[in-house]
């Protein structure tokens, strides 16, 4: 995975010097640029050749979206910048990803315990064991996969003694398994040799190993009843040695011819661990009846997972950022509805108070410019355009259907056409139509706001539920550990 991590840089570092002549706002910003234009490129040279249309008509779409976002910049400025934006998000997470797996991999890899392929190095007195996870492979057997905890250095004979009587205490809990008590075992017993938090090597003696072996197997198929057999530990450090006997009820178990292998591998591996204790290297064991052993560490490495993480990460944002403009298109179909009661009654007041159409429309446009530091409103840009267009020498009825065509909401389009025909057919009655316009919209308009807060609270329902979950989880784990102790 290293190569394939190192291989992506590389190409970022390579993506980032093509692309130094590009103008833009930081690295991933230029280097969207040049993948911008090398596709404009290669679309000119295939232009002549064959057209995809699908694509084109993809194009087309957007472009319309986001004129009507943004109609005072051209159709092409816009497409561009949203496709640099989508490439330039996506270059950025790829190579923040590719960065943090290659750091992962670096942490699992930089520091491995097994040297030579046979050396495990151990830590000074009082730093603590270390585990480390290996696997064993003999020519023509399955491998093995072993969890070995490597031990630090000895402790004197006064703390040895100390630690035995502290184990002798705790290893009949150890080694009872899944079983409820030493006096009902049904299941295997797992005789350990070693203790968690102990520096003893532990050999094991069974009164019967055709009932119990030393490896805590338990063989029940021919037994009638409960059989209590003896089991003496031998607790061994550096050359001390403590025996402790303790009966069990066990029932035994047979062997595979893989599992009786794994067996013997353990027993040269405590072995080699024991004869080495007071080295710095640990030698493993090189041979079993005569055929050679191939030691492997197996380090846990998540760096692929990671990696695949990063490329669904990037793929949803792609997904998210190429939806945003129909996000953006329904925002402002929402806001257009929103401010159209008021536009309606606005143009109801002002022709009341004595105003033309065309000089409401000014107004609108110059008080909206006061407060369009404060918030910029779809509705209001438009109107503004619309100010433009007839301060250009635009006929009132031209500028108004353009207005009602670029909002691109049926009430607005309705209102226009109330409007071109009172410029066309003269109308007294236009007052009278307005005001009745604006009742019924500001009516929509209360559907709308009570619409929307249905959303919002539908919307709410999963953190909620993610919240009562949290709770639940906050009361009952306590209370499960105060009913366990």
Not at 59 to 81: D, F, H, S, W
Not at 161 to 180: F, T, W
Not at 285 to 311: A, F, Q, T
Not at 355 to 377: C, L, S, V
């Amino acid at each position: 995975m290293v190569y394939l991590y190192t291989a992506i840089l590389c190409g970022y570092l390579i993506l980032w010097i093509l692309s130094l002549k590009e103008e833009g706002k930081g690295p991933f910003r230029r280097m969207a640029m040049y993948f911008w234009h090398r596709g404009q490129k290669s679309r000119q040279k295939r232009a002549g050749r064959r057209r995809n249309w699908q694509r084109d008509l993809y194009r087309r779409q957007l472009g319309n979206k986001l004129k009507i976002l943004r109609p005072e910049m051209t159709v092409q400025t816009q497409i561009q910048n949203h496709y640099v934006s989508l490439y330039s998000l996506v270059l950025a997470v790829g190579f923040m990803g590719a960065v943090i797996c290659l750091c992962a991999w670096i942490a699992a890899h930089g520091s491995p315990l097994l040297q030579e392929g046979r050396y495990l190095l151990r830590n000074s007195y009082g730093q603590g064991e270390v585990p480390v996870s290996l696997s064993a492979r003999v020519k023509g057997k399955e491998e093995e996969i072993f969890e070995y905890i490597v031990e630090e250095r000895k402790y004197t004979e006064a703390e040895a003694e100390d630690l035995y009587a502290k184990a002798v205490r705790a290893l009949p809990k150890v080694i009872r398994g899944q079983n409820e008590s030493l006096e009902d075992v049904r299941t295997h017993l797992d005789l350990v040799t070693e203790l968690e938090g102990y520096p003893f090597a532990i050999s094991w003696e069974s009164d019967s190993y055709s009932i119990v072996d030393t490896d805590g197997t338990v063989s029940n198929e021919e037994l009638q009843e409960g059989v209590v057999v003896g089991l003496t530990a031998h607790f061994q450090y550096e050359r001390s040695v403590w025996e402790y006997q303790m009966y069990v009820r066990v029932n035994p178990k047979l062997y595979t011819k893989q599992e009786l292998l794994r067996r013997r591998i353990e027993e040269l591996l405590n072995l080699q661990g024991e004869h080495t204790s007071t080295a710095e290297k640990m030698v493993l064991p090189e041979k079993i009846d005569s055929v050679p052993i191939v030691w492997r560490e197996i380090i846990e490495d998540s760096s692929g997972y990671l990696m695949l993480l990063v490329l669904s990460v990037a793929l949803l944002l792609h997904w998210i950022r190429s939806r945003e403009p129909d996000r953006q298109l329904e925002s402002r179909r929402k806001e257009l509805l929103l401010d159209y009661p008021e536009i309606v009654n606005k143009l109801a007041l002002y022709m009341g108070a004595g105003m033309t159409i065309r000089n409401a429309f000014f107004k609108m446009g110059e008080d909206y410019k006061k407060q369009q530091k404060e918030r910029k409103r779809y509705a209001y840009e438009e109107i503004l355009m619309t100010c433009y267009e007839l301060q250009s020498g635009r006929s009132e009825k031209e500028a108004y259907d353009h207005f009602g065509k670029r909002c691109q909401v049926q009430a607005y389009r309705k209102l226009c056409t109330l409007l071109s025909q009172n410029l066309r057919k003269g109308s007294n009655d236009l007052l009278r139509v307005l005001r009745q316009e604006a009742d019924n919209a500001f009516a929509e308009r209360k559907n709308l706001a009570k619409k929307l807060g249905e959303e919002a609270g539908t919307k709410l329902l999963l953190p909620m539920m993610m919240m009562l979950c949290i709770v639940m989880v906050v009361i009952m784990i306590p209370a499960y550990f105060s009913f366990i102790v």
